[in-house]
């Protein structure tokens, strides 16, 4: 049966352990906010496209900018 | 009726705000945009690549037709300001919260965690999305604080920095209960599964050696939720005992140590498990009880004062020189400048300028006041246009409207009735006690050694926790239900207080009528668009703001010539348009013989001398406000307090019934004594109102719900926050909050029944483990899910 007390105690181990993990996530903040961390990873990181700042003057043809009416 | 619309063929929506566009004017591309403000925002994100920003969600902007004077943000580069602003800094980077009303979906999320994109000294900015604030990490050497205040004001994300925020440190999140109910659950989940071979012993399953240990494995789990989770309770009773109550959390402290004891000497003479499964469920249970219905809506503040309100600096005139000051360092018989659009932060004499001021938040007047130079303003008024000089008179802290808070009755928190909840727990205890003592008198006949056994079983078995379990899951549930209708209650008390309510006290302005919208109409002789336009002309002329509406509504042509204008103080206007000699005025300027009597205010037109007619200016009622208020007179006494003057007087008392008691021009003084007055008669009052002038009212009265026509602005401190246009929604609510009541108590009567079928085995004493860690649990679940079921159901029929 002393196997049952190694199980035993392994168990509340885990059990522990899980305890701690809820206390650190709970200081952590982690349940304050349910909405961003949510969103926030279905945000794609693309590739800064090349701004362009001379509006109507701009002279890039490759420029997709609406402010840049020459196109 | 002559009407004149501008409206579009087909409505055109602005690509940024979303809001319908007035005309096609204002357009980049495909897209139409409905002011200047938006189009601005618009290219700011378009040449930065930001322009996900429209993708994520449909119209994410916000309107931003009142532009935000350039040098807004100038205190912000104030050391001293700085100081108190700012959480962390270091050499390199330095750390700043700003509350951003505005934040609303995940597009703003998006944008305002690209902001280092539109400038690069920011490192990091992190959203907290439930309390709309924005933690922005950045380098000093590289931008300022002002820089980044005014980028977040350029793409529509202003951030909000009032006198609170210098004054007092944000509250810290509590998150105790939290971690008290971390423990319990694993202390509870960890003593039933140990409880088990317990559990079965009697099925031949027991080994005596290993049942020693688990008994007291449990024994030590339990500690920690005896005196760590319990703790709650014990503060909670105790502070009860000290002010002379007893509430229903002493019941209950006294079940949860009556049964620790008589487990642990169970488990010393080694007489059986005891009943540390029990005990840990139900504290597990109430804890989650609690956190439910203390949930706060974090987003909101339900404590704001008048410095929530106020600006946290001010420009002060020095020698010539603009100096932004903070509030506090504001002393008598300095010059203030005040900007169009800005708060007057303490009252003063006006020195310079053309006042006109919007006191409707502070004082309830609809119409904004003319003011000329030498006279006085008080605090808490917003200029309207262009810039103003003050000399202060008294400090911001003694002035007029913030000496309210220092009235005697605000102080003090005011003594509330007990909730029904412990008035029940109360009898509930005495029948308990009378149980148990019946019981030992019948064992001491019988059978003494059984004595102990059965009373400590009767006094576990009855502890009122399904009382307290079915009241804080229902009021939790109820908050919620009502959250989802947009009022938000402070906390579970005031469900109960508004369920009891026999007057309800309205405010008039902004409440009843609607933030901005007045609506105009002319009624007379017939009048071609050239005397239309020609009236407003003239009216153009003018600043007040009667005029000004007039003005908008007539049109204008810019080329009449104006000749002879002359501007009589408090009677009206008059003045040679091209031809025709006009003027507006009250009747007695106009010479008017026949008076109109209407709700509203009048404003009479001669034109060559002749009586043509007149405009009619009505606040606009929000849109079922009459028939909310024929349905509520028919159970309440309804009052009205306005700021305002009576002239819609009759109009109201049509609506409101003739039992109704209107009052007009109080100030926010005589609103706190009229509640107090209903009081004294012992009326349980229902105060709604919106301003700062009702502050005092609404913390006096039994209930006081504050309106908000979005729930970003400020509200003064109140029980409840309602959204503006939910108000109509007032008979539901208060009927859920009546229901509330019932639920508890047919949970509590179903409670009962368990109650009674463990008593049946306590009394005699044969109330086994195993029976009670069934009892406990299932009783708590269906409790649970009872409140649930009734709640939703209640809001559906």
């Known amino acids: 049966m002393s196997v049952i007390i190694i199980l035993l105690g392994a168990s509340l181990l885990v059990a522990i352990f899980f305890l701690a993990a809820f206390i650190w996530s709970v200081r952590n903040g982690q349940f304050e906010d349910d909405f961003s961390p949510a969103h926030r990873m279905l945000f794609e990181t693309k590739p800064v496209e090349t701004g362009c700042k001379s509006g109507n003057a701009c002279t890039n043809k490759n420029c997709k900018s609406t402010i840049c009416k020459n196109h | ?797």
């Open chain 2, 1 to 797: 009726m002559a009407t004149i619309s501008v409206a579009p063929d087909t409505k055109l929506q602005c690509a940024h705000c979303g809001e319908d566009c007035p005309d096609m004017k204002i357009s980049l591309g495909d897209k139409n945009f409905c002011c200047e403000g938006c189009k601005l925002v618009y290219e700011i994100l378009n040449e930065n690549g930001l322009c996900d920003y429209y993708t994520l969600n449909n119209n994410p902007g916000q309107a931003q037709r009142i532009p935000v004077r350039k040098d807004k943000f100038a205190f912000l580069d104030d050391k001293k300001i700085q100081q108190q602003l700012i959480q962390f800094q270091d050499d390199t980077q330095t750390h700043i919260t700003f509350y951003i009303p505005h934040i609303h979906c995940s597009s703003c999320l998006w944008l305002l965690e690209n902001l280092h994109r539109l400038d690069s000294g920011i490192q990091r900015v992190t959203v907290n999305f439930a309390k709309k604030e924005a933690l922005i990490i950045f380098r000093q050497r590289e931008t300022s604080l002002r820089h980044i205040a005014e980028t977040l004001t350029s793409i529509g994300y202003e951030p909000y920095i009032s006198l609170q925020d210098l004054r007092q440190q944000k509250p810290r999140v509590q998150r105790g209960l939290i971690y008290r109910l971390g423990v319990a659950g694993f202390c509870f989940a960890n003593i039933m599964l140990l409880s088990f071979p317990e559990y079965f012993s009697h099925y031949g399953y027991a080994d005596v050696k290993m049942n020693h240990i688990f008994r007291w494995l449990n024994l030590t789990l339990s500690l920690p939720v005896f005196f760590y989770s319990a703790q709650v309770f014990y503060r909670s009773a105790w502070g009860g005992l000290k002010s002379g109550f007893l509430n229903i959390d002493l019941p209950i402290v006294l079940a949860i140590i009556v049964t620790f004891i008589r487990s642990l000497t169970d488990v010393f003479t080694d007489s059986g498990a005891g009943y540390f499964d029990s005990m840990t469920g139900i504290v597990f249970f109430m804890l989650v009880g609690r956190i439910l219905q203390d949930k706060t809506y974090q987003g909101l503040s339900f404590d704001r004062d008048y410095t929530a309100y106020f600006p946290i600096a001010i420009t002060v005139l020095k020698d010539g020189q603009q100096v932004p000051t903070a509030l506090p360092d504001i002393k008598t018989n300095d010059t203030l400048l005040i900007h169009n659009q800005e708060l007057i932060p303490a009252d003063g004499i006006l020195v310079k300028g053309n006042a006109i001021i919007d006191y409707s938040f502070v004082t309830g007047e609809a119409v904004p006041v003319q003011k000329n130079a030498g006279e006085i303003v008080y605090a808490g008024g917003k200029q309207l246009e262009g810039n103003i000089e003050i000399l202060t008179i008294k400090e911001v802290a003694q002035s007029y409207l913030t000496s309210l808070w220092n009235r005697e009755e605000l102080k003090t928190p005011r003594e509330k009735a007990p909730s029904f909840i412990h008035l029940l727990s109360r009898y509930f205890t005495w029948v308990v006690l009378a149980i148990a003592i019946i019981t030992a008198t019948y064992w001491w006949a019988h059978d003494p050694s059984r004595i102990w056994p059965a009373v400590t079983a009767v006094l576990i078995v009855a502890c009122p926790c399904a009382l307290l379990l079915a009241a804080s899951f229902t009021n939790g549930h109820i908050l919620r239900i009502l959250s989802r209708h947009h009022l938000y209650l402070r906390n579970a008390d005031a469900i109960e207080r508004l369920a009891d309510i026999d007057h309800i006290v309205f405010d008039k302005t902004g409440t009843l009528t609607g933030k901005a919208t007045s609506s105009i109409s002319y009624q007379g002789m017939p009048l071609t668009k050239e005397k239309l336009w020609a009236i407003g002309s003239l009216a153009a002329q003018s600043t007040h703001p009667l005029s000004k509406m007039i003005a908008s509504f007539c049109g204008k042509d810019e080329n009449l010539p104006i000749r002879n204008f002359r501007s009589v103080a408090a009677n009206g206007i008059s003045g040679w348009v091209q031809y025709n000699f006009i003027q507006l005025g009250n009747a007695a300027f106009t010479g008017t013989s026949h008076k109109v009597h209407t709700e509203g205010s009048t404003v009479y037109v001669t034109i060559d001398g002749q009586q043509t007619g007149c405009f009619i200016i009505r606040h606009h009622y929000r849109e079922g406000i009459s028939a909310l208020l024929q349905h509520l007179r028919k159970k309440y006494v309804l009052s009205l307090l306005s700021g305002d003057n009576d002239a819609e007087a009759a109009y109201l008392q049509e609506m409101m019934g003739p039992s109704a008691s209107l009052h007009f021009a109080q100030q926010p003084a005589d609103k706190l004594g009229y509640i107090l007055s209903l009081q004294k008669q012992g009326r349980r009052v229902l105060m709604i109102g919106d301003g700062l002038n009702d502050a005092g009212a609404l913390k006096q009265s039994d209930v006081g719900i504050s309106l908000t026509e979005n729930s970003n602005n400020f509200t003064p401190a109140s029980d409840g926050i309602l959204e503006a246009d939910q108000m109509i929604q007032l008979p539901r609510f208060i009927r859920i909050c009546r229901n509330n009541k019932r639920i508890i108590v047919i949970t509590f009567i179903i409670s009962l029944l368990y109650n009674i079928i463990g008593l049946f085995f306590a009394t005699q004493g044969i109330l086994s483990p195993l029976t009670a860690a069934i009892l406990m649990p299932a009783s708590s679940i269906s409790i649970v899910l009872l409140t649930y079921g009734l709640s939703e159901w209640m809001d559906r029929a």
